[in-house]
């Protein structure tokens, strides 16, 4: 089945960019949707955006400024910069794959868009 | 932005009890909404999408109910592996939000 698999730098000093890699495994990572989610320690869980396999891609508002996010199907792979970081950034940061449609028990065509599965996640510290 | 809100957000039960956790939107989205569990230093498993669907492989203890702005998740029979977080997700529009999460303990 699916894995992903985060990985980047673990410590990153403010003001610089973040950048992490989410590999993916046992699938293509063609004709999906990717997302990148966070969870700062001890806290809850906040989507950053997602990316589809042609390039085109969603932000959350509230990171839209300083995010970006880039696929290469080449080496199946999408990537999450975040720049201008700062102490709240620090989170775990998860890539997960954004489920978009499904099919119901009546074989009807739904919109989805949950995330699974997701990938172990990778802590990453803005501090100097 | 929709806001999504769950109540409590901690709560303790013994085995064996049966558990109801809310998640509220601040405006409607239809059945748009998933459940995940997520475990001590652990990572979030979807349990339910659309509302009411549940996932391939998940216990069928767990049950979810709603529509419009007002969802539930429900343990039928609380069990020691339940103690997780568990977080609504609404995926209707972006922005994607998720609630605030609600502590599971056994008492």
């Known amino acids: 089945q699916v894995q992903l698999q985060e990985s980047g730098p673990g410590l990153v000093k403010p003001s610089e960019t973040l950048s992490l890699t989410c590999t993916v495994s046992g699938g293509s990572i063609s004709s999906y949707y990717w997302s990148w989610i966070r969870q700062p320690p001890g806290k809850g869980l906040e989507w950053i955006g997602y990316?589809?396999?042609?390039?085109?891609?969603n932000y959350n508002p509230s990171l839209k400024s300083r995010v970006t996010i880039s696929v290469d199907t080449s080496k199946n792979q999408f990537s999450l910069k975040l720049s201008s970081v700062t102490a709240a950034d620090t989170a775990v940061y998860y890539c997960?794959?954004?489920?978009?449609?499904?099919?119901?028990?009546?074989?009807?065509?739904?919109?989805?868009?949950?995330?699974?599965?997701w990938g172990q996640g990778t802590l990453v510290t803005v501090s100097s | 932005d929709i806001q999504m809100t769950q109540s409590p957000s901690s709560l303790s039960a013994s085995v064996g009890d049966r558990v109801t956790i809310t998640c509220r939107a601040s405006?409607?989205?239809?059945?748009?909404l998933a459940w995940y569990q997520q475990k001590p230093g652990k990572v979030p498993k979807l349990l339910i999408y659309?509302?009411?669907t549940l996932q391939s492989g998940v216990p069928s203890r767990f049950s979810g109910s709603g529509s419009g702005t007002d969802f539930t998740l429900t343990i039928s029979s609380l069990q020691p592996e339940d103690v997780a977080t568990y977080y609504c997700q609404k995926y209707n529009s972006a922005p994607i939000t998720f609630g605030q999460g609600t502590r599971l303990e056994i008492k």
């Open positions: 990316i589809y396999y042609s390039g085109s891609t």
């Open positions: 659309a509302a009411s």
């Open positions: 405006q409607g989205i239809s059945n748009y």
């Open positions: 997960a794959r954004h489920v978009p449609y499904y099919y119901d028990s009546s074989g009807y065509y739904r919109t989805g868009g949950w995330f699974d599965p």
